[in-house]
Nanobody, 123 residues
Framework: QVQLVESGGGLVQAGGSLRLSCVASGRTFSSVAMGWFRQAPGKAREFVAAISWRGSNTYYVDSVKGRFTISRDNAKNTVYLQMNSLKPEDMAVYYC????????????????WGQGTQVAVSS
């Protein structure tokens, strides 16, 4: 079992930045791949970014490439999502998720989910 708790969401103006954090407890954090997903009102949950258990491989949805950075600190059991140049279309509830084995961009592959943190972007 892995328990995940996100933080760092909030309201920011377009062009601004936020850093989301997700602290994990339970199963050894360094053995799981981590991902960030988001869900806007009325839309399906979508993949944003993923990172391998060692942190050597990262993946992004095209719409955030060059603006968002996923990273992890296994000593702190924490994964981060640095979000720069935020746009109104980035507004959503952001979830972190964990899975065994290799990274994935598929929502269904992740067994463990946090409760989500709201990101609002004003234009």
């Amino acid at each position: 079992q892995v328990q995940l708790v996100e933080s760092g969401g909030g309201l920011v103006q377009a062009g601004g930045s936020l850093r989301l954090s997700c602290v994990a407890s339970g199963r050894t954090f360094s053995s799981v791949a981590m991902g960030w997903f988001r869900q806007a009102p009325g839309k399906a949950r979508e993949f944003v970014a993923a990172i391998s258990w060692r942190g050597s491989n990262t993946y992004y949805v095209d719409s955030v490439k060059g603006r968002f950075t996923i990273s992890r600190d296994n000593a702190k059991n924490t994964v981060y999502l640095q979000m720069n140049s935020l746009k109104p279309e980035d507004m959503a509830v952001y979830y972190c998720a964990a899975k065994s084995g290799s990274s994935s961009t598929a929502t269904a592959d992740y067994a463990y989910w946090g409760q989500g943190t709201q990101v609002a972007v004003s234009s």
